[in-house]
């Protein structure tokens, strides 16, 4: 079983709808969580942190459940402009400190 | 503005040529770096954690021969893929974890990455 998890999609939505992905980590150590945004052939870049109180950025909100295991990531007001993949990264605590990413969550935002 | 610098960010090289990539951290020290590779339409790929003044360390499949890695500094860190082929054409990208002033947590930053064309 991977250790962090995400449905693929692709998440096919109109403008202006709200979509939420969310993604589940195996690794109850982890400890800190991030959404990153990746466009076609380019880096991913940070879209937000996330946490157990929640995480509010304009049209975004980033939700950490710890007990059970998964985060989540809400997008209202969708734009063409959106559309890309979200991956979800579970950093760990310790140990071999090596971010684990999940695969990504394709999200294609139509006129 | 770029937190890491990743240069170059195509190459075009025959078969049998090797091709250095660099990653560089701009305004802080890493000394952890680590390397991915992504296939179209593909998750990233882990391929090794290049740690500074010490050995990379490498996924499981990963020929150690073939990805050379150097973490000489503590800003740099290169790849080097040795006698490349086609089926090393691929999506080279680096990163480097910075730790947040404010939250004390480490965030990952990555390169712009490198497109690598073997012909």
């Known amino acids: 079983r991977k250790e962090v998890e995400q449905d693929p999609g692709p998440f096919n939505v109109p403008e202006g709808a709200t979509v939420a992905f969310n993604c589940t980590y195996s690794?109850?150590?982890?400890?800190?969580f991030f959404w990153y945004r990746q466009d076609c052939r380019k880096e991913p870049k940070l879209l937000m942190s996330?946490?157990?109180s929640g995480n509010e950025d304009g049209r975004f909100t980033a939700q950490l459940n710890r007990a059970s295991q998964y985060i989540s990531l809400l997008i209202r007001d969708s734009k063409l402009s959106d559309s890309a993949t979200y991956l979800c990264?579970?950093?760990?605590?310790?140990?071999?400190?090596?971010?684990?990413f999940g695969r990504g969550t394709s999200l294609i935002v139509h006129p | 503005g770029a937190v890491v610098s990743q240069h170059p960010s195509w190459v075009i090289c025959k078969s049998g040529t090797s091709v250095k990539i660099e990653c560089r951290s701009l305004?802080?020290?890493?000394?952890?770096m680590f390397w991915y590779r992504q296939f179209p339409k593909q998750s990233l790929m882990l391929m090794a954690t290049?740690?500074?003044?010490?050995?990379?360390?490498?996924e499981q499949g990963v020929e150690k021969d073939k990805f050379l890695i150097n973490h000489a500094s503590l800003t740099l860190s290169t790849l080097t893929v040795t006698s490349a082929h086609p089926e090393d054409s691929s999506f080279y990208i680096c990163?480097?974890?910075?730790?947040?002033?404010?939250?004390?947590?480490?965030?990952?930053?990555f390169g712009s990455g490198t497109q690598l064309s073997v012909l």
């Open positions: 990163s480097a974890p910075r730790r947040d002033r404010l939250r004390l947590n480490e965030k990952l930053f």
């Open positions: 690794n109850s150590a982890s400890q800190s």
């Open positions: 996330v946490y157990s």
């Open positions: 990264v579970a950093f760990p605590s310790g140990g071999s400190y090596i971010p684990t």
């Open positions: 305004d802080f020290q890493a000394t952890t």
């Open positions: 290049s740690n500074e003044g010490s050995k990379a360390t490498y």
